[in-house]
């Protein structure tokens, strides 16, 4: 099948004014050319897509499927055509849940008010997610919490971040404002973590939970629905210090501490495929990245 884009914007022409005419006089053809084109996209469709009466062209019902179907077609044409001819790049950045709704949101706004011409994407997902999108070519570039276990895929340390307890400030299952004296006595509280699968899970696991013999641990797929189950007390959770700052300047929360352990601080990375080729609008977005300031401290330093 071989519909052109010229069949569809004549079909287009006759549906809306309703004879050939008017058609012609829409897209600067002759009368016979619409005609011709008419016959040909009914062939090829092996339908019949008008029914003459009289000097008017009546649409079939199946002219009114093809109808939104054609417009969205040439609508994504001109999208292409438009963004060509004014020389947009665009990037699509996949992130790791706490980098794309705590960090990346403030440096994309930044970054496209010194690069308007740089069109970014983001897409959120957990890492695991985000390190597949790469290796499908779905991301330019992506951002993770966790380790990468994929040879195909290159990995730039970013920038450290700091996992911190927490609960809610009237909390029953941490009456006292005491230090907890070790991990272990998280035995003994409910804890509430991300699911498997994401950075923050991975992590948590590999440094906390191999302290516990035991654990109750309740499993929420995203930051907010364990900041919400924190509030309403259903136990103890464990976020990036980034992913809290709301909750803390709104006195909803405390940050526990522990003595006898060290900051549960991770890396975060930035991620590209090995195989994958690089514009100069990647390059300045990953220079800025690297360079850009969280609390006073450039990424590359904290």
Excluded at 71 to 76: D, E, G, I, R, V
Excluded at 85 to 96: F, Y
Excluded at 248 to 257: A, C, D
Aim: proline share 3%; charged share 25%; hydrophobic share 45%.
């Amino acid at each position: 099948m071989r519909i052109t884009l010229k069949q569809l914007e004549i079909f287009l022409a006759v549906y809306h004014s309703g004879t050939t005419v008017a058609a012609a006089e829409q897209v600067f053809l002759s009368q016979s050319a619409i005609s011709m084109a008419l016959s040909e996209l009914e062939k090829q469709l092996d339908t019949i897509l008008f029914q003459r009466v009289a000097k008017r062209l009546i649409p079939t019902q199946q002219a009114h499927l093809l109808s939104p179907l054609a417009s969205k077609a040439l609508k994504q044409v001109e999208e292409i055509e438009y963004l060509f001819n004014l020389k947009v790049e665009r990037l699509v950045v996949g992130a790791s849940t706490t980098i794309g709704n705590y960090l990346l949101p403030r440096l994309i706004r930044d970054f496209q008010q010194m690069h308007p011409e740089i069109d970014i994407r983001l897409a959120i997902f957990n890492s695991a997610d985000i390190c597949e999108g790469l290796l499908n070519y779905d991301y330019d570039l992506g951002f993770i919490e966790g380790e990468n276990s994929f040879v195909e895929l290159r990995a730039r340390k970013w920038m450290d971040d700091e996992l911190v307890l927490f609960a809610a400030n009237n909390s029953r299952f941490v009456p006292g404002a005491e230090p907890l004296a070790d991990f272990t006595e998280l035995e003994h509280l409910p804890l509430i973590l991300r699911e498997v699968g994401s950075g923050t899970r991975v992590f948590v696991q590999k440094h906390l939970l191999q302290h516990l013999e035991r654990s109750t641990v309740m499993e929420l797929g995203n930051s907010e629905a364990i900041k919400q189950a924190v509030i309403n007390d259903l136990g103890v959770g464990c976020l990036s210090h980034f992913a809290l700052q709301d909750l803390l300047e709104l006195n909803k929360i405390r940050i526990l501490s522990v003595q006898q352990s060290k900051p549960l601080r991770r890396p975060l990375y930035l991620l590209e495929n090995k195989q994958g080729t690089h514009s100069a609008a990647y390059q300045k977005f990953v220079d800025f990245a690297f360079n850009y300031r969280f609390d006073g401290m450039t990424a590359e330093h904290r």
